[in-house]
């Protein structure tokens, strides 16, 4: 099983977001894939996805439910395991914990949402995964300290698989990916575009690759899933879409 921790130095990056639909994708393409809400912090996964969890990871690490009862089996084919939405916190060794708890599991993909930063709790949550995935948004105070923790989680001897630019808008001021390779040393693996579609995918709370399947992001996404996954990938959108997309009417 590969275990990616999604990963970034500053909250609202963009980490739920590419969490939930870097994981349907994952699925969508034929990997069993689970993704968990590792972020006690601000456990938004079960918001992204419009789930109301009676059992939560929380019951798990407290050892009143075995995780088996913690997953949800989403329409789409996703298992997903949700946070708590009370006030528990993070604690010294509920991250060594969660990492003792998902042995059992067995899938292709283990996707981690995590809190953001570099405080302990998102330090600390790291450790139950080999591969991390940072996300910043393509700006200097996201990138310095996505770098720091590409920097941390290399010392804990991580595999850093790269880095995905969110909510890219192609603007002059924007720094390019080879500048932000240069500048950082990790991988561009995507850019997914600033996209009016993942908004309104939120407000529904239905992720962007279920209900704008055609939207840019969704795309981008895909393209993101089949790099890690290591697969071909071939769909594009049609010349129609293309252009409804650029005038913001097919999002
Ligand atoms: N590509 C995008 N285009 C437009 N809006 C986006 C995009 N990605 C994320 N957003 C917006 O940014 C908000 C924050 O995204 P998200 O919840 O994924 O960030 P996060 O890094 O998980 O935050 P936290 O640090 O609180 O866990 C979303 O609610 C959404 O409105
Ligand atoms: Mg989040």
Redesign the pocket.
């Known amino acids: 099983m590969r275990t990616i921790a999604i990963t ?1 130095g500053k ?8 969490a939930s639909n870097l994981s349907i994708s994952l699925n969508k393409m034929g990997f069993k894939t689970c993704v968990l809400d590792a ?1 006690f912090t ?1 456990p ?1 996964l079960g918001t ?1 996805f419009g789930i109301n969890a009676d059992t939560t990871l929380w019951d798990v690490l407290e050892g009143k439910e075995p995780i088996e009862h913690a997953i949800y089996g989403h329409d789409c084919g996703l298992h997903i395991i949700p946070g708590s939405t009370g006030v528990e916190n993070f604690k010294q060794g509920t991250y060594k914990k969660l990492k003792r708890k998902i042995r059992t599991l067995k899938y292709d993909f283990l996707i981690l ?1 995590t ?2 930063g570099l405080g302990d709790d998102a330090i600390s949550a790291l450790g139950p995964a080999k591969e991390i995935l940072v ?1 910043a948004n393509p700006e200097w105070t996201s990138l310095s300290n996505a770098y720091r923790v590409y920097k941390t989680a290399q010392k804990m001897k991580k595999n850093v698989l790269g880095i995905i630019l ?2 890219h808008l192609a603007h002059e001021y924007e720094p390019d990916s080879g500048t932000i390779e240069k500048f950082t040393g990790l991988k561009v693996l995507g850019e ?5 579609s ?2 309104r995918s ?1 407000a529904v709370q239905n992720p962007v690759a279920l209900s704008y399947p055609d939207s840019e ?1 969704t795309l981008e996404i895909e393209k993101i899933a089949a790099r890690i996954g290591g697969i071909d990938y071939k769909r594009r959108l049609s010349v129609v879409h293309r252009f409804l997309n650029f005038f913001g009417l097919f999002a």
Request: glycine content about 10%; hydrophobic content about 35%; aromatic content about 0%.
């Open positions: 970034a909250g609202g990056v963009g980490k739920t977001t590419l972020n601000a938004d992204h949402d809190p953001p996300v969110n909510r997914i575009p600033e996209d009016v993942v908004r939120i992001a």
